[in-house]
């Protein structure tokens, strides 16, 4: 194990911000976490944990310690005639472990197909796409204290996810790094067999996808590509154009504030989502723009912009700080204040 100084981050963020931390290092088993442990860099500093750097926003260099998951490895832990219970490792990639699953066509976590980043970070925001997310099939977080060096173990409730969240990002911040994740994933489809009961359950974007291009679902596989070749064409590739996905959650509203907005906007799109409206935020930036009669969507000044086919995802055309994407947000979040009067939250975690 290896501390290094001053250490470049542009290359481990998928916005490509150029930041520095103070120290480094790359955490490749238990061992290395142990001995991290009695060091003064680890003692004395603050410390940030980094996996695929795919949902942090740096925006200035960090004066701590990043600790870089790469602890590795993914087992069957236990089968029965219904369920697989999966360990992996918090360093492995999220998508690998979604390939281990439907090559034994496995269910549960097909949806989640191409989401970027590793396990180990997949918890903090409860990751979720195409109606499912990572709660739906999480049994138990292993985690590291880096106050008392312990290990522990985490049930689903004791995670207390939510929308696009969890313990991690509020009470349980920075306390715990997440070593490893276990799922229950099912042996029999939940929802998605084309033709079975279930079928409706589908979620409508991919629904639609499936209808178009006449995918009949005969395993779990069919349902991860059709989401990695939808998610390959909507979004774009950080190693193109360089972005964190969603730089926004969407918006939840109680029913009787979103009446009022539709009187106002007919049009607005909505979903309900238990028992409260959910509204898209890439719609709303859509209708806000930086000057009268303008748009957000496909927007750009100078290196930063937001993506012309999603307004959700902000951009770096090339050697932006991670200050200027800020202000960019920043313009967004009051610009769809001042218009709807609601409140955009940042996704990305702003380091
Ligand atoms: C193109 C694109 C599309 C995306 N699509 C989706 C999507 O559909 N759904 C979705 O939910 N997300 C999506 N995201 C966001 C991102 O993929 C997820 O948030 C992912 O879980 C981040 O993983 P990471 O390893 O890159 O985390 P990082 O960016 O490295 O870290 C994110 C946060 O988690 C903390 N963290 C990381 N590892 C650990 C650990 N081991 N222990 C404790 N804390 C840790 C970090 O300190 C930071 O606060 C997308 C991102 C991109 C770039």
Redesign the pocket.
Known sequence: MKIQNNYNLSK???FGILAKAKFFVEINNETDLKELFDIGEFKNNEK?????????LFTKDFDGLVIF?KLKGIEILKEDSKNVLIKSM??EM?HDIVIFSVERNLWGIEN?AF????V???P??????YGV?LKDTLENVE?FDIETGEKKVLDKEECKFGY?DSV??NELK?K????AITLKLSKTPARQLAGGENKKKIYPALEKYLVENKIEIKNSKDISDAVTAI?KSK????EVIP????FFKNVFVKEIEFKKLQKTYPNIPFFKENGEIKIPSGWLIEQCGPANGTSWKGYRLGNVGVHDKQAL?LVNYGGATGEKVLNLANKIIANVKEKFGLKLTP???L?
């Open positions: 481990l963020n998928t940030l944990f980094l996996g695929g750097g795919s949902n942090v998951n918090g360093g999220w989640l989401v970027p980043g590793t180990g970070a997949a903090i925001q409860n990751i979720g796409a997310e985690v696009r991690f990002k920075g715990y790094f997440i070593t998610r979004l774009p590739n950080p972005n964190a996905g969603s995802v996704e990305v975690n380091i």
